[in-house]
């Protein structure tokens, strides 16, 4: 994936999509499309006949959060004495989420998703551009009244329960927690509300005096739903919440969240690697590439009605015992500043080529400055120490047998 530092000027897919031209190296696509789907791209694969049923949340359900081209851009520690170079980590992000629905956010690891999300749960102040919460702009608030509309309204589930949860406090100074930061209920109140979270989340009452530390995987992530559905929120942001488990908690911690999300009414973001998942649970799948929103489309029209490439791709490259899809291989630069300078140095350890600026530690020479020389392997000094018997430090010496 190429660098969110230095990308092409047009479209940033283009250095590694087949069907790039030159309108695509120049000019970058417009997000645009019909009936809920859309995609920029200027070579769009013609749609497929699958057709999804009309999305009747456009007319029914309202928008509870909406981004309206939301910028984030960081300054990294590289660059000159004078200026720093910038990591474009979120570029024109337009996003609607309406009440009841799911939406479901993919891409490859440093695309912007979690940047999205943390835009739409209050953590990332963006550089530009509008963030509305129930059809009001989150950054025109003062510090006091964004933690109450916020706080109040969206709930977060983090990636790694344990490190979510304050592990020195109990599972029920876990939950009464965030009713006790906005002062929701008596006391008597929000113990019954504890007990509430814990039978809907299908926890015994038993673990409402341990620690985090003395619960499982799935336990602690139920204890995390629970906290995110507290203070009754009507948007929940998932971020990876099922990485850490395995398949079989895994799947029940999913059943969970489409249960409590047809229960209660929720609208969800899920941010997540596991495609055929998103695909399963979403009503909506937006594809990001290099920070930008390149796709939205209704899951039921993936993957074939994918229209942009880099969808196709995506869900090309998960396998299918049922309908199986022929991998699009994905070519072109990765890691690095321009295209000169990029240049591939085997790395022994991954067994791979990996791509190093000049300059870089480890980077081979520039032309004409003599040849290549392979970074040795990792405990190659150690081994080859082993053999001779010689140690490290000349006072160090292994014993001879």
């Known amino acids: 994936m190429p660098s969110p530092a230095d990308f092409p000027k047009g479209c940033r897919f283009s250095d590694r999509c087949p069907m790039a031209t030159g309108i695509c190296r120049d000019t970058a696509p417009a997000l645009e499309g019909t009936d809920g789907h859309g995609y920029a791209c200027h070579h769009p694969p013609s749609p497929s006949a699958r057709r999804s049923r009309p999305d009747e949340r456009t007319a029914e359900h309202r928008p509870i959060a909406e981004l309206s081209d939301v910028h984030v851009v960081h300054a990294s520690r590289g660059g000159g004495m004078f200026s ?56 025109s608030m003062s510090a006091a009244e964004r933690r109450e509309h916020i706080g109040a309204g969206v ?51 038993s673990v409402a005096d341990v620690l985090p530390s003395q619960l499982s995987g799935g336990q602690r992530q139920r204890v995390s739903i629970a906290r995110a559905l507290a203070l009754e929120t009507g948007l929940v942001i998932a971020d990876e919440p099922t990485s850490a488990l395995d398949v079989s908690v895994r799947a029940q911690i999913l059943n969970l969240l489409l249960d409590l999300k047809d229960r209660l009414g929720l609208a969800m973001v899920l941010v997540s690697h596991d495609i055929q998942t998103v695909k399963r649970v979403s009503d909506r799948v937006v594809t990001m590439y290099l920070g930008r929103v390149v796709e939205q489309t209704p899951a039921g029209l993936l993957p074939e009605g994918g229209r942009h490439p880099y969808t196709r791709a995506l869900f090309s490259a998960t396998p299918g015992l049922l309908s199986p899809i022929e991998p699009i291989p994905l070519v072109g630069p990765s890691v690095g500043h321009s295209p000169a300078e990029r240049l591939p140095v085997p790395d022994p350890l991954l067994g791979r080529h990996r791509r190093l600026r000049r300059g870089h530690a480890g980077a081979a020479p520039r032309r004409g400055r003599g040849p290549r020389v392979p970074l040795p392997p990792p405990g190659a000094r150690r081994d080859r120490e082993h053999r001779t018997g010689r140690a490290r430090h000349p006072g160090d010496r292994p014993h001879r047998i």
């Not at 589930?157 to 965030?178: C, E, G, K």
């Not at 929701?184 to 109140?189: A, I, N, S």
Request: with cysteine; charged share 25%; hydrophobic share 40%.
């Open 84 to 139: 720093r170079e910038k990591v474009y980590a979120l570029t024109g992000a337009d996003l609607v989420i309406r009440s009841g629905e799911t939406v479901g956010i993919v891409g490859e690891s440093g695309c912007g998703k979690s940047t999205l999300a943390k835009v739409l749960v209050g953590l990332q102040r963006p550089t530009a551009g509008t963030v509305s919460f129930a059809g009001k702009d989150v950054w």
């Open 155 to 205: 709930g977060m589930i983090f990636q790694d329960p344990a490190t979510s949860l304050n592990r020195r406090m109990p599972v029920r100074d876990i939950l009464r927690d965030p009713l006790d930061v906005h002062r929701r209920g008596t006391r008597q109140q929000r113990e019954q509300r504890v007990a509430e979270l814990m039978a809907l989340v299908g926890l015994p009452r």
